[in-house]
């Protein structure tokens, strides 16, 4: 356990310290570096992850399976293609899903804080549900473009996210209205909703749900995540300061009048409608253990604000310290989190990541 610990910390140490290296000297290699830090202990490991034995299963069956998502079938079969074991699976989408958010995090000024951000937040989580982790990626590289204005390559990447996760067609959904103007009254009545929701048993309104039904997922309605859950103190409060800081940041913002472009404020609206389905999906995840994967969907929230906090136009009234600062706490609140998810996340537990301790096929080679 206390190896597992230092591996996982030294890799968040170590991935954003040759990030912050390759901004400062402006070198491709420190870059370069700090996504090997990161891609090589997840492409090697073995037999880590909840769901790692799942997917043995989904690669060596592939051909008799059909209720899987078809882009992640189709890469599933194009790998088999070149008669490799299932190892190959965890490697080629390790490389896609970090290449991805390296890609991403180059566009944009600090690039090394949504890096420590993606670490911190998502990391964890891809070793154990690799398909989902892959799928909120493209997810963030769709709101992006859509960000910019880039329309097609949204487009692309969110059918190329449903495609690997069906989960994810909920943020395709709700992104069609980020150009939706949130005025201080529509957010005031927003959350007052939220509050009502969060008194009503809105897990079992769900789950009878004629609509859920009709999907795959009503496979969990029986199964042993649908179960109650129980969220420590820590966990709610790193959960719901972060809205919190965020919607001060916003209302800083508009206080100032900051002369904002075009794209600012379609990652302004967008930042809070996910803020909207986060705070949601806390409450629900808070009811019971089958949503704890929703939470896991909209956690990439929490990415994105810090891409719109840390680039903001806030140079004309020097709150650049402030926003900055806000990803700073929005880290170290996380940090808390990455150390307890890694502490509980054993191997020996039958649900969670199961990352604990980390294993990896090369010591058959040694043994």
């Not at 492409?43 to 078809?70: H, K, M, Q, T, W």
């Not at 209302?251 to 002369?259: A, N, P, S, V």
């Not at 967008?270 to 956690?299: P, Q």
Request: aromatic share 22%; glycine share 4%.
């Amino acid at each position: 356990m206390i190896f597992s610990f230092f591996l996982y910390n030294s890799i968040v140490f170590l991935a954003t310290f040759f990030a912050w290296l390759s901004e400062r000297y402006k070198s491709k290699i420190f870059y370069i570096i700090s996504f090997l830090i990161v891609f090589i202990p997840s492409a090697i490991r073995e037999n880590i992850g909840g769901d790692y034995n799942g997917y043995v299963n989904y690669f060596n069956n592939i051909y008799s399976i059909n209720y899987l998502e078809p882009v992640f079938t189709l890469l599933i079969k194009f790998i088999r293609l070149f008669s490799v074991n299932s190892q190959w699976l965890f490697a080629i989408v390790a490389f896609i899903t970090y290449y991805l958010i390296w890609f991403l995090a180059a566009k944009f000024r600090k690039k090394y804080i949504i890096i420590l951000s993606y670490l911190l937040i998502l990391y964890l989580s891809s070793y154990s549900g690799i398909k989902l982790g892959l799928a909120l990626t493209l997810c963030l590289l769709g709101l992006y473009y859509l960000c910019i204005n880039c329309k097609i390559k949204y487009i692309i990447f969110m059918l190329l996210a449903v495609g690997t996760h069906y989960s994810t067609f909920v943020i395709f959904i709700i992104s069609f209205f980020y150009k939706i103007r949130l005025t201080y009254v529509k957010l005031i009545f927003i959350f007052i909703g939220l509050i009502v929701i969060a008194f009503l048993p809105m897990a079992d309104i769900i789950l009878n749900s004629p609509l859920l039904k009709l999907t795959q997922y009503s496979n969990y309605i029986n199964s042993r995540f649908n179960s109650s859950v129980t969220i420590s103190l820590l966990g709610y409060m790193s959960l719901l300061l972060i809205p919190f800081i965020i919607l001060v940041n916003y209302f800083l913002e508009k206080y100032f009048l900051i002369q904002k472009q075009a794209q600012d404020f379609n990652f302004t609206n967008l930042s809070i409608i996910l803020l909207i389905g986060f705070v949601f999906s806390v409450i629900l995840s808070g009811e019971m253990y089958i949503f704890t994967r929703f939470r896991d969907l909209f956690s990439i929230y929490l990415i994105f604000c810090i891409m719109y906090i840390t680039n903001f136009n806030l140079i004309k009234i020097k709150l650049n310290m402030f926003t900055v600062n806000v990803s700073y706490i929005i880290c170290a609140l996380q940090l808390l989190v990455f150390e307890r998810s890694i502490y509980f996340a054993t191997y020996y537990i039958t649900t969670g990541l199961r990352i604990n301790p980390y294993q990896t096929f090369l010591t058959h080679y040694f043994n």
